[in-house]
């Protein structure tokens, strides 16, 4: 059994082991959309992983099966770019800051399950919610100084609660004005260094033992799979008609395991 341990599930939780064939069958499964809305849109893999996976079996271990379909997708985003070392720099002080954050937040992630579960929920709802408002920042450059930091570190501490590294950096970045490419390859960049800490964390905290790391490697083929089947879909509809949907579908599984989580904490 992967991460999370029999003791730990939320109600509705897989009662197969992971490494069984039903829990491979949904994990498989999980990826191969992960990755076909990965493949339409652009990014979106850890995001719907999580949403899937945290409805079956406790978020950190969903996060620990994530790294390795994660860090592959993501490296090569990373790389395919025209501005590596530029965004490197531009952003240390945004990275430095998302590490600090993934160790200061895991406690949560590894900890309490049904916060953790509530805080995942309420992550992909608020990410969904602003995704279908469409919400437009616009940050000038001279703010960055003070503000990658602590867009950084909070991010870090969300990713380290509930394994989902999207807010606010993805906001964040997507008001500087970057250019489309460079956006994508800085994405990419804030992406990969996220997956790495928060493996190292889970690492650090004991969560993610060998049983999870091969259940992620071979999550990398549904993952790939689906990016190839997304990029195939997307010839064919208007991406924007799917991320419109495709923000619906996180405000509502966001806003169901918030109130479910909640719930099974009252009780």
Known sequence: MGAGGEGHRPAGALTAPVDSAAGLAIVAGAFLLAGT???VIGMGLPTVAMGVLGLVMPPVQAAALLVVPSLATNVWQMLAGPAF???AKRFATMLVGVCAGIFLGIGLLAGATGAASAALGGVLAIYGALGLISVQ????RRAERWLSPLVGLVTGILTGATGVFVVPAVPYLASLGLERETLIQTLGLSFTVSTVALA??????GQFPASAATTSALALAPALAGMFLGQAIRVRIRPEVFRRWFFV???VIGAYMLVRALASMRA
């Open 37 to 39: 809305v990965k493949g």
């Open 200 to 205: 190292a964390a889970l690492l650090a905290t």
């Open 137 to 140: 920042l616009a940050v000038p």
């Open 249 to 251: 579908w996180l405000l």
């Open 85 to 87: 070392a530029a965004a």
